[in-house]
């Protein structure tokens, strides 16, 4: 026998008249065959429960850890052990398998283990909706503004395009054990399906230019028999759903998410579907027109339900501002599978198929078991925030003015009427148009438009009006700062290339700057004046360092034209509103897609310029809106513009931040967002005369929705293990044929596991007691939060 626990069988077995068979007689001394025909290779039942355990917790392959075994047996080399690798990776498929049949009690079934149904083996999520399981009887009837929402489906649809596989073997050489039993759909019908739908075409994104839809076509997938991973996971508790996995050919395309949501929606009957997808704005669109192309028994009767759509937190801020409010939804990432893919991407189709299964239920396992810190976790969390989210709406309602009392009410309806059916206008958007200065620049074309029909229009240049003088200076302004960042990036080794495009550059601009004068000249006459007296200084001006002499410059040395102070004011509030957050977002997505997709130092190279990049557009954006705030300060007493300061506040270096990121010290149900994503204009231009009303709805409708959002699924959980118990319990009751032994094995492992689950009842039950009677109460009567 060898040392490192695969051993090469010599054995002398029992042939009396009670004996077992080969097989048997092994098993019972603890030892796994590689095979049912005349073993003559076993291993260790100790081994096999060693590398199963460190394959979960350290992703070891299988490879790495038979050759610590050879090492360990002669680490000179002087004696080679025998090559048993082929035997011992029969052995894990089969042990992996035996384990998933047997923990899912399967082999209970008095019609056998092939009678198991699809997904039969997988581990489900006790926090999730589980008719017949975990949910009264009367869970249809409930009250759509009491616990329905508990009852609703949370699924989230992602890709991994890590776990991909090389083409090696196929399904008739390396078939897979479980027959679609676990996480994985059926292999037949689903390449069946690609099959008879490999020539549509995917519609192109209408939101962001988002990879995941407008690349599916060009991602190389030479030498890969799948690119990737499709999943349907419970989004809440992060758990894999029964058979919602299956490969990608090339990329993520929406017939293969197709297949795998309709193949999750066979295994449930609520009526309620919360979906979160990051492409879900594009991939809603032709959802239910595509589903009559399934068949029958994947089709879903959806107008007898209640389904959401939601974008994952994660890829908000990546989306259009309209997908912003419209899908907003917190979201649990990919669970911790990654590492696994770099031991399965050489694998054969069924052995990938079977190890990732094996996984995945182990990751569900592990969730369950950890339900009871996690979720007692969650609301010790969630009652400190709640006094929190509470002051603030009190804080808000003593904010709000007596003539808008009687909004409240409405605003309330509102929030309601939206929540119960999203095609209701969306409380959370403003009601207008945004603040751009295209458009800003678009409304002074059509005044200019608008006083040449009157006949009030008095023009002093044939190609310039005033708006489009004060409108091409901030354009020469914003070159100016382009060209001093420029300047100061060149350093000291700069090549010649860099400094010639460099003195074009000013070339050009000092030529731009010449002919804009000239006009600027015939409207602003006092101009000239102001010039000659700099040059009388003998200070030589360079192009980036020309003064302008904008309005704002002018008012404060000589009078100024009203028109012109009122046009650079629209001109300068726009910008104000209109300069940070789109290079914030482009920050946002970079960096997301870089972390979930680029590896290699060659495309993190390229990432790393990219971004260094937009940080340069980022910090040019911030030094234009100071440069906004401080003429908006110096023209505003000049044309009695007021109100408007609130919503413009003083930059630091702090408020520069996406919309999903984090300060130190912050958690998502923590996270306070910067300013610049609540300013007025973030969004839209505002009702009122000053923008209060629209900006209080917005804020108060906020401030209720994180006031009542911390709700835990708590009796959910122990409903399911109360179910699971008792479901052991019968198995354990059956009446069983065999040999007294078998039966006595088969009750007492039965017996075994109703005694785990009802520990995990205790557990929780006992872990919850001091916080469920808060949140039965926060349950039953939201009116205590005022709402």
């Given at each position: 026998?060898?040392?490192?626990?695969?051993?090469?069988?010599?054995?002398?077995?029992?042939?009396?008249?009670?004996?077992?068979?080969?097989?048997?007689?092994?098993?019972?001394?603890?030892?796994?065959?590689?095979?049912?025909?005349?073993?003559?290779?076993?291993?260790?039942?100790?081994?096999?429960?060693?590398?199963?355990?460190?394959?979960?917790?350290?992703?070891?392959?299988a490879y790495e850890f038979f050759n610590a075994l050879m090492w360990r047996s002669d680490n000179m080399g002087l004696s080679p052990v025998k090559e048993r690798y082929n035997q011992f990776m029969w052995m894990i498929c089969q042990w992996r398998h035996l384990k998933m049949l047997k923990r899912s009690g399967h082999p209970y079934d008095p019609n056998g283990v092939d009678s198991t149904s699809e997904g039969g083996c997988a581990v489900l999520?006790?926090?999730?909706?589980?008719?017949?399981?975990?949910?009264?009887?009367?869970?249809?009837?409930?009250?759509?503004?009491?616990?329905?929402?508990?009852?609703?489906?949370?699924?989230?649809?992602?890709?991994?395009?890590?776990?991909?596989?090389?083409?090696?073997?196929?399904?008739?050489?390396?078939?897979?054990?479980?027959?679609?039993?676990?996480?994985?759909?059926?292999?037949?019908?689903?390449?069946?399906?690609?099959?008879?739908?490999?020539?549509?075409?995917?519609?192109?994104?209408?939101?962001?230019?988002?990879?995941?839809?407008?690349?599916?076509?060009?991602?190389?997938?030479?030498?890969?028999?799948?690119?990737?991973?499709?999943?349907?996971?419970?989004?809440?508790?992060?758990?894999?759903?029964?058979?919602?996995?299956?490969?990608?050919?090339?990329?993520?395309?929406?017939?293969?998410?197709?297949?795998?949501?309709?193949?999750?929606?066979?295994?449930?009957?609520?009526?309620?579907?919360?979906?979160?997808?990051?492409?879900?704005?594009?991939?809603?669109?032709?959802?239910?027109?595509?589903?009559?192309?399934?068949?029958?028994?994947?089709?879903?009767?959806?107008?007898?339900?209640?389904?959401?759509?939601?974008?994952?937190?994660?890829?908000?801020?990546?989306?259009?501002?309209?997908?912003?409010?419209?899908?907003?939804?917190?979201?649990?990432?990919?669970?911790?599978?990654?590492?696994?893919?770099?031991?399965?991407?050489?694998?054969?189709?069924?052995?990938?198929?079977?190890?990732?299964?094996?996984?995945?239920?182990?990751?569900?396992?592990?969730?369950?078991?950890?339900?009871?810190?996690?979720?007692?976790?969650?609301?010790?969390?969630?009652?400190?925030?709640?006094?929190?989210?509470?002051?603030?709406?009190?804080?808000?309602?003593?904010?709000?003015?007596?003539?808008?009392?009687?909004?409240?009410?409405?605003?309330?309806?509102?929030?309601?009427?939206?929540?119960?059916?999203?095609?209701?206008?969306?409380?959370?958007?403003?009601?207008?148009?945004?603040?751009?200065?295209?458009?800003?620049?678009?409304?002074?074309?059509?005044?200019?438009?608008?006083?040449?029909?009157?006949?009030?229009?008095?023009?002093?240049?044939?190609?310039?009006?005033?708006?489009?003088?004060?409108?091409?200076?901030?354009?020469?302004?914003?070159?100016?700062?382009?060209?001093?960042?420029?300047?100061?990036?060149?350093?000291?080794?700069?090549?010649?290339?860099?400094?010639?495009?460099?003195?074009?550059?000013?070339?050009?601009?000092?030529?731009?700057?010449?002919?804009?004068?000239?006009?600027?000249?015939?409207?602003?006459?006092?101009?000239?004046?102001?010039?000659?007296?700099?040059?009388?200084?003998?200070?030589?001006?360079?192009?980036?360092?020309?003064?302008?002499?904008?309005?704002?410059?002018?008012?404060?040395?000589?009078?100024?034209?009203?028109?012109?102070?009122?046009?650079?004011?629209?001109?300068?509030?726009?910008?104000?509103?209109?300069?940070?957050?789109?290079?914030?977002?482009?920050?946002?997505?970079?960096?997301?897609?870089?972390?979930?997709?680029?590896?290699?130092?060659?495309?993190?190279?390229?990432?790393?310029?990219?971004?260094?990049?937009?940080?340069?557009?980022?910090?040019?954006?911030?030094?234009?809106?100071?440069?906004?705030?401080?003429?908006?300060?110096?023209?505003?007493?000049?044309?009695?513009?007021?109100?408007?300061?609130?919503?413009?506040?003083?930059?630091?270096?702090?408020?520069?931040?996406?919309?999903?990121?984090?300060?130190?010290?912050?958690?998502?149900?923590?996270?306070?967002?910067?300013?610049?994503?609540?300013?007025?204009?973030?969004h839209g231009d505002e009702l009122d005369k000053d923008g209060s009303m629209e900006d209080m709805r917005i804020e108060w409708c906020k401030a209720r929705v994180r006031a009542i959002r911390w709700k835990e699924e708590l009796e959910l959980i122990l409903q399911f293990f109360d179910w699971q118990a008792m479901s052991w319990d019968e198995c354990a009751d059956q009446n069983w044929s065999g040999s007294p032994t078998e039966r006595e094995g088969?009750?007492?492992?039965?017996?075994?596991?109703?005694?785990?689950?009802?520990?995990?009842?205790?557990?929780?039950?006992?872990?919850?007691?001091?916080?469920?009677?808060?949140?039965?109460?926060?349950?039953?009567?939201?009116?205590?939060?005022?709402?």
């Amino acid at each position: 026998m060898d040392s490192h626990g695969i051993h090469k069988v010599a054995l002398d077995f029992c042939y009396c008249a009670l004996a077992t068979t080969h097989i048997q007689q092994l098993l019972c001394k603890s030892l796994f065959p590689s095979t049912t025909s005349d073993p003559k290779t076993a291993a260790t039942f100790r081994l096999l429960e060693e590398f199963h355990l460190l394959s979960f917790e350290s992703k070891v392959s299988a490879y790495e850890f038979f050759n610590a075994l050879m090492w360990r047996s002669d680490n000179m080399g002087l004696s080679p052990v025998k090559e048993r690798y082929n035997q011992f990776m029969w052995m894990i498929c089969q042990w992996r398998h035996l384990k998933m049949l047997k923990r899912s009690g399967h082999p209970y079934d008095p019609n056998g283990v092939d009678s198991t149904s699809e997904g039969g083996c997988a581990v489900l999520c006790p926090a999730c909706p589980q008719p017949g399981k975990n949910l009264p009887s009367d869970w249809r009837e409930a009250s759509p503004t009491n616990q329905s929402w508990l009852y609703g489906l949370f699924v989230t649809i992602n890709a991994n395009f890590r776990l991909k596989r090389k083409v090696v073997s196929k399904d008739s050489v390396d078939p897979s054990l479980s027959h679609s039993w676990g996480y994985f759909v059926e292999e037949s019908a689903y390449k069946a399906f690609l099959d008879d739908n490999s020539n549509i075409s995917q519609e192109k994104s209408t939101c962001s230019s988002h990879n995941a839809v407008n690349m599916v076509d060009t991602k190389s997938s030479h030498g890969l028999a799948a690119t990737g991973l499709g999943t349907i996971d419970c989004a809440h508790h992060n758990m894999k759903l029964p058979t919602t996995v299956r490969d990608l050919q090339k990329g993520e395309k929406y017939v293969n998410m197709d297949y795998l949501f309709f193949s999750t929606l066979r295994h449930t009957s609520v009526d309620i579907l919360n979906i979160s997808y990051d492409i879900v704005c594009q991939w809603k669109k032709n959802l239910w027109h595509c589903m009559t192309s399934f068949p029958p028994s994947m089709q879903l009767d959806h107008g007898t339900k209640k389904v959401t759509f939601f974008v994952p937190k994660f890829h908000l801020p990546a989306h259009i501002e309209s997908c912003q409010t419209s899908f907003s939804f917190n979201f649990a990432r990919w669970a911790n599978i990654k590492p696994m893919a770099s031991s399965t991407k050489e694998m054969g189709p069924g052995a990938r198929r079977d190890t990732l299964d094996d996984f995945f239920g182990d990751w569900n396992w592990k969730k369950i078991t950890g339900l009871c810190c996690t979720m007692l976790q969650k609301v010790k969390e969630a009652l400190p925030e709640l006094s929190e989210h509470e002051a603030a709406l009190d804080d808000l309602k003593e904010g709000l003015k007596v003539e808008y009392t009687e909004a409240l009410s409405r605003w309330k309806e509102q929030v309601e009427a939206w929540e119960h059916d999203p095609s209701q206008p969306n409380p959370y958007e403003r009601s207008t148009e945004k603040i751009t200065l295209a458009s800003v620049r678009l409304e002074l074309a059509k005044e200019d438009a608008s006083e040449l029909e009157l006949g009030s229009f008095h023009k002093l240049h044939e190609d310039c009006s005033p708006s489009v003088l004060i409108s091409s200076g901030l354009e020469l302004e914003e070159q100016q700062r382009r060209l001093r960042a420029d300047k100061a990036g060149l350093g000291i080794h700069a090549t010649d290339i860099q400094e010639g495009k460099v003195v074009q550059c000013s070339n050009s601009l000092q030529c731009r700057i010449k002919a804009w004068v000239k006009v600027q000249e015939l409207y602003m006459p006092m101009v000239a004046a102001l010039r000659l007296r700099d040059k009388s200084s003998g200070v030589v001006v360079t192009p980036e360092s020309f003064e302008l002499l904008l309005p704002s410059q002018v008012g404060r040395m000589d009078p100024c034209d009203l028109k012109f102070q009122k046009i650079e004011w629209r001109l300068y509030y726009a910008q104000a509103h209109n300069t940070l957050r789109s290079n914030l977002r482009m920050q946002t997505a970079i960096l997301k897609y870089k972390d979930r997709n680029l590896r290699g130092q060659g495309s993190n190279t390229q990432a790393h310029n990219m971004l260094k990049g937009v940080d340069t557009r980022i910090e040019a954006a911030s030094t234009r809106y100071q440069d906004a705030c401080r003429a908006l300060v110096i023209l505003a007493p000049f044309i009695k513009e007021t109100g408007w300061q609130p919503s413009l506040c003083l930059l630091d270096h702090q408020d520069i931040q996406g919309m999903s990121d984090l300060l130190w010290g912050e958690t998502e149900g923590r996270r306070k967002l910067s300013w610049i994503w609540n300013m007025r204009g973030a969004h839209g231009d505002e009702l009122d005369k000053d923008g209060s009303m629209e900006d209080m709805r917005i804020e108060w409708c906020k401030a209720r929705v994180r006031a009542i959002r911390w709700k835990e699924e708590l009796e959910l959980i122990l409903q399911f293990f109360d179910w699971q118990a008792m479901s052991w319990d019968e198995c354990a009751d059956q009446n069983w044929s065999g040999s007294p032994t078998e039966r006595e094995g088969r009750i007492a492992y039965a017996r075994h596991q109703a005694a785990l689950h009802r520990a995990l009842w205790d557990m929780c039950h006992s872990s919850w007691a001091d916080t469920r009677t808060f949140v039965d109460q926060f349950h039953g009567n939201p009116s205590t939060l005022g709402l």
